[in-house]
């Protein structure tokens, strides 16, 4: 009854994108444990819940969309027009409940174990403090922003363009990490984090623990961070200490990590193995398919949304490059037809970070299809259309993201 | 009796940075009554209110030194180590009450009135908002920033370090704004803003009004804000709109504009023809004297303060360099006798955002006096000593700024 009950959300409550599903769908006794033991609160399809949670109480709920308890998404009125994004207006996206604020209430005594180095070790977030220190500006953005275009209905959270902001990273630099530990071992591919969250009992851990890895290529950039636009980073969004992969996908910054390893191979891990895969419509997750990892070139328009007045109009989005730094946005008011470089403004924060633009634009009376198309220096554009895949991965084709609006 | 209260209050409550004492100076019934009329709550020395005053009741009261209830500082030790800052953690310095929240609500039809051009008019801030827009990063700070380490007692509020931030503006180009009205007239030579605080009767008006003049090479950065921190700006911050000068003191950036005028000579508002003057210890203000207009260079250390361990201990700090970009920082842990450069930290967001910045020290067990010394492009480099002048203005120098920090 439960599991036709959950299976009936369909769309909202999917997959590995939710582990209350994920595990109904296991349909042990032990997984159904697994439900109230991880303490999400399931929501009927459409269902918004009308206050944050605990956890996330600080946010600024006027700014957000609550799709599910560890699931809420920016609405796109509220992105604003900032180089960053306010900490209280940024999704949020866990794939486990968060830590206790409990667990966070003497960051500095936090650990995190790197191992695959010379000389492996625990080391404190204190200690990590005192090994060096940066800070980055950097999209995070959920593998499933824009899932909502999809038209096959792709499991997972119904994201549309808010499960992304632009934040200031501030920790240590991995790579000083392991300098100081002698080097990652001979033969290190990739960059293995694991996830400080409890793990119900009665599941195999492997199916459920947030562990990801990373090609050693973002070694260069990686940091342990410990803030969050300048403030400690919040048992929210995975403090007291998160892996941060600029311009990688949200999935691949883990929070709470406590452990860290240079491995030979990918993790075996569900959610590394056969999650997060760009995969055909109808076909499982596999090892082999291409993991979200590099994120790409992608822009939308964050006003107008609805309505304007004819004549002079402006028109604001954001773009990102992923890893690659942007080289310039076009904006149409015809849906495609013709295009106009928009104008970036404010700071540049560098290559991981979004850039807001702005393009003046003369509106007649009617309706107007307004898209941006952000184009990055290595030539990569957004294309028009979508690649569909199975779980509504990675979306960055224009057309979908434009907005309609009627002038008047 | 009241007003020898009010001169009892000495060096807190004093002058045209405060008008409560500014008026009863003046001594007449007229200036009792606007004592009232401003709404100021009086202080004795070294009182602190327990309790925000309502039109800063958003703020993070713990961030906060509350001089008085229009005067509100940054304590150094949350001034942070982000490039901008939070604007719940800003300073706060009104030389008038805000105007009213009421007055804000419909921020778009504030009125802002443009002459000293060719086509003079009126425009509301939704006008504005059509003409341009361009989102810069500025520190904000006030020129009595440093007053308290003057030892002739400077009167005004005392200020140590935290009467800066640095913040988003966002908002029209001025020179788009006169652009469009057909250039300004010929002989301007100054950018001459009012404030639209309500002035109390019975007082020269001249002698209260908060009106600003800056020469018109500021024109090239000026501009006209309805945002702060990608958030519309609030009457705390001067909001509906501002006129912000990127790279000149706090007074000149004027709050609730609502006149900008072209001229061919300075105000005669008392603000500008003898305050923020520099002057000689027991000098009155005249206009000869240099105005508070482009900031100096300047660093200070926000981290640690007091106490740390012996070993390795990362020295935090900021620097700007008022309207020319910094070049470097160097850092001292022995009272200026050997010095090291320091790294900036984050991204660099222009030449009139601050810059923090850091240092890792090994400190031995003892006292350590820790100072900073910012250097601009043009060599410009922060003095040892201070310019002793009357009202304690413009304080830059390395010595006085540092920190003694007791290493165990």
Known sequence: MQTEAALQRGRNDPGLENPTRRSL???SAGAMAAVSLLGFI??????????????AAWKERNALILHSANTMETKRGAIGNGVITASDRLFVRNNLPAIPESETENPDAWEVHIEGVQNPRTLTVGELKKMGVTTTASVLQCSGNGRAFFPHGASGTQWSVGAAGCVMWTGVPLKDVVEALGGAVAGAKYITSTGGESLPEGIDPKTIVVERSVPTRAME??????????EPLSNTHGGPLRMVVPGYYGVNNVKYVKNIAFTEN?????????????????????PDQPSMWEMNVKSWVTAPLETGSSGRNMIYGVALGGTVQLEKVEVSVDGGKTWKQARFLGPDLGPYAWRPFVLAADLSPGEHRIVSRATDIEGNSQPE????????YGHNGWKDHGVTVAIS
């Open 266 to 286: 990918e993790t075996d891990a569900k959610i590394q193995a056969s999650g997060y895969r760009i995969r055909d419509v109808g076909d499982k997750g596999a």
């Open 42 to 55: 399931p929501l009927a399809k459409g269902e918004e819940p009308k206050t944050l949670p605990d956890y």
């Open 221 to 230: 950039t990686a940091l342990l961070a410990w803030e969050m636009n300048d």
């Open 25 to 27: 769908l296991i349909g």
């Open 385 to 392: 259309g979508r690649t569909d895949n199975e779980r509504g």
